[in-house]
Each structure stands twice: as C-alpha cells, then as structure tokens.
C-alpha cells in the first residue's frame, strides 16, 4: 500500500461570512495524479491555495507524510516539499528564462549557483526550453512561460507538483505543449495534485479525481468511477458538458 503524503481533514475556509470550503476530506498517495474538477466558483483553486498554504485554511488539519504542516510553522520549507505551477506563470519579468529557475534554489535551498544550474538547465532541457535560457518572460510565448514555470517548480525537488488552472491562461495551440510536459512527469512517477478544466486530460491521466460542489467534495474515486460511471447527479450533469462519458 503506498504511504500518504497529504491528508486533509475537515478542511474549512472562509472570506467574511463567505464559506467557501466546507468539510473538505481527502488523501493524496505518493505517485497519485489527482485531478480536482468542477464548476467555477466550486472551491478548487481556494483548495490548492490551502494545500500551499498560500491561503491559511479557517479549520481542519493538513498532514504532509504524517505531520500537521498547520501546527508545525514552518511554511518555508513546506512550500519546497510542495511545489506550485500557477495559471499565470507568475515568472520574475526582469530576470532571464535561466535566473527564474536558479533563484529559488537558490535563495532557499541554499545550493550554490552552480549546482542550481546544472539542475535547471536539466529540467529545461527535459521541457525543451534549455535554448532559450537567456530569454527575458516578455519574449517568450504563454506555452513557453508555463513550460519555463514547470522546471522552476520541478527545480526545487517537491514531493508533490500542484497545479492551479495551468492551461487557462493560454492560447488553445499552446494548450497541447503544455498538457504534453504534465502527462510526461505523471508517466515518471511524479505525484501530482490538478485543477483543470480540460476533462478529456483529466479522464486520461489521473488514477484519482475529486468533484467538488459549491465547496463540499460531493464525489471522488478513479478516473473511470467519475467519468464513466457518476453517480451523482450533479457530477452527471458537469460532465455532460463537457465529454460523453
């Protein structure tokens, strides 16, 4: 049986009087591709930001490989067991395609500029960017920016990939790059956790899928017990808009 690396646990987030997380429950396994679905305004991006904790959760408990990350304080070091690949790219503008890669390494990891470059030039290479190392964000295509945002995270030797939305932001020919680089890092193993809206990629990749609804998870089981046997009807009707199941 392969060990849990995250575990939510009554999972509660609210802005104001607004709940937008309710009672949240689910596990991660080492290697599991999960993919969280769902309409807009659902909770799933509010849900990743939890899991990083960019958001500090209301209630409930997150556990990383047993222990509770919220009772632990210690953010920083966290955030580099789980890294995350934002909608945006959020790349540093005045810094070059390799910088953006090294820096965190860098700054965090403290390993010297040499050896976070012999990694980042080897995560660039494996994305095919590594040509393009001295480019600055502005002159390269959204695909190009998401790509360049994979390795940055990749660098950093997470336990677990989150990724917000990764493809929203760009360009319908630059969808396939970029879902292409994902599906080769699920094949190597690499533990994943996806909010996305292009279902067809989450019915192929993912062993585990969670559905949530007006901030609850209403359903979750693999790729086959959401997609192609639902049960219940709200998942149903999400799916019917998307992909015949």
């Given at each position: 049986?392969?060990?849990n ?87 540093f ?22 050896e ?26 959204g695909?190009?920016?998401?790509r ?19 493809t ?50 209403l ?11 639902p ?15």
């Amino acid at each position: 049986m392969k060990e849990n690396i995250i575990t939510i646990n009554h999972l509660m987030k609210k802005f104001g009087d607004n709940e937008v997380l309710k009672d949240i429950n689910f596990s991660v396994r080492k290697g599991d591709i999960t993919s969280i679905i769902g309409a807009s305004g659902s909770g799933k991006s509010t849900l990743l930001r939890c899991v990083n904790l960019l958001e500090n959760p209301t209630g409930g408990e997150i556990f990383y490989k047993g222990e509770n990350i919220l009772s632990k304080k210690d953010e920083s070091g966290y955030r580099t067991k789980v890294g995350m690949v934002f909608q945006n790219f959020n790349l540093f503008e005045n810094m070059n395609v390799l910088k953006n890669c090294t820096i965190g390494q860098e700054k965090v990891l403290k390993v010297s500029k040499e050896e976070a470059e012999n990694k980042a030039k080897f995560y660039l290479e494996k994305v095919g960017m590594l040509p393009y190392i001295n480019a600055k964000p502005k002159q390269l295509s959204g695909g190009q920016k998401q790509r360049v945002a994979i390795v940055r995270a990749l660098a950093m030797e997470p336990e677990v990939l989150l990724f917000d939305e990764p493809t929203s932001a760009l360009d319908p020919q630059m969808v396939g790059e970029v879902l292409s680089v994902i599906k080769a890092l699920a094949e190597e193993g690499f533990t994943m956790i996806i909010v996305t809206h292009e279902m067809q990629f989450a019915k192929d990749i993912s062993n585990h899928v969670v559905f949530m609804h007006k901030g609850i998870i209403l359903e979750e089981g693999t790729s086959d017990e959401i997609f192609v046997s639902p049960k219940c009807n709200e998942t149903k009707e999400f799916l019917s808009r998307f992909i015949s199941c």
